[in-house]
């Protein structure tokens, strides 16, 4: 079986190419410009920029071999109705969630504010999962959408790293798939939260999974 290079040792490639799955977490102009949810929580964010050209890379690359791409959005209904109060209330900040904010109601499935960034848009033939909470699994059709394409290995990107990332992550881990967390593809607005999950999720044997990196990755894809 193929490997690529990874952190705490060698990711094996599934022998079946379709088999791996691109997740693109929440690379949503409210986590990622000013106006939205991450600002009115009080985080700088423009840190998050930062890993856009190389995301955009990874997933031409997942476009190039026709491998299966998600993408999810954190978002409520305009109603509220899956947005528990507690989430809501949570902060104390001046804007929160359903608020009226200048790119729309903050977090809200259908706002300006909570649309992908257009450089990492998604195309009519990947898959986009709309999720409440902070896990991709949690009251979506994640799994049922994996396993009706075969998926057991799930590159893993996107913000933020400590988050909706590692959240995710540790879902999928449970759930049996084999976990590559790739390192300059996430990001967080906290430089020692992401440091921190990187060195967790693979401490213990890969007790979560793998981290690596895009460049390896996408050779060990072509190769
Ligand atoms: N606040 C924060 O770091 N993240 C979130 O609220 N959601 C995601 O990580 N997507």
Redesign the pocket.
């Known amino acids: 079986m193929a490997e690529i290079p990874a952190l705490p040792y060698p990711y094996p490639l599934p022998t079946e190419q379709r088999a791996i799955a691109l997740i693109i ?2 690379m ?1 102009r409210d ?1 990622l410009e000013p106006g939205g ?2 600002d009115a ?1 009080g ?1 700088d964010v423009s840190r998050l920029q930062a890993i856009v050209p190389t995301l955009q890379t990874l997933l031409q690359g997942f476009r190039n071999q026709g491998l299966p791409v998600f993408h ?1 959005m ?1 978002c409520h209904q305009p109603d509220l109705s899956d947005c528990p109060v507690s989430k809501r209330d949570r902060g104390k900040s001046t804007l929160t969630i359903g608020d009226a904010g200048p790119m729309g109601r903050i977090l809200i499935r259908g706002e300006a504010g909570n649309d992908i960034i257009p450089e990492l848009a998604p195309l009519p033939n990947e898959f986009v999962i709309y999720k409440p909470g ?1 896990g991709a699994f949690y009251n979506t059709p994640l799994q049922e959408q994996l396993q009706a394409q075969g998926i057991t290995h799930l590159i893993i990107t ?8 590692q ?1 995710t992550m540790r879902e999928a881990n449970d759930r049996g798939y084999e976990c590559l967390l790739v390192e300059d593809c996430t990001e ?3 430089p020692e939260f992401k440091q921190s999950t990187l060195e967790m999720v693979r401490a213990q044997g890969g007790i979560v999974g793998w981290t690596g990196t895009a460049a390896a990755l996408l050779a060990g894809l072509s190769a």
């Open positions: 977490i929440d949503q986590f949810f991450g929580l985080n999810t954190e902070k996107g913000v933020t790293t400590e988050v909706c990332v959240t967080s607005y906290f």
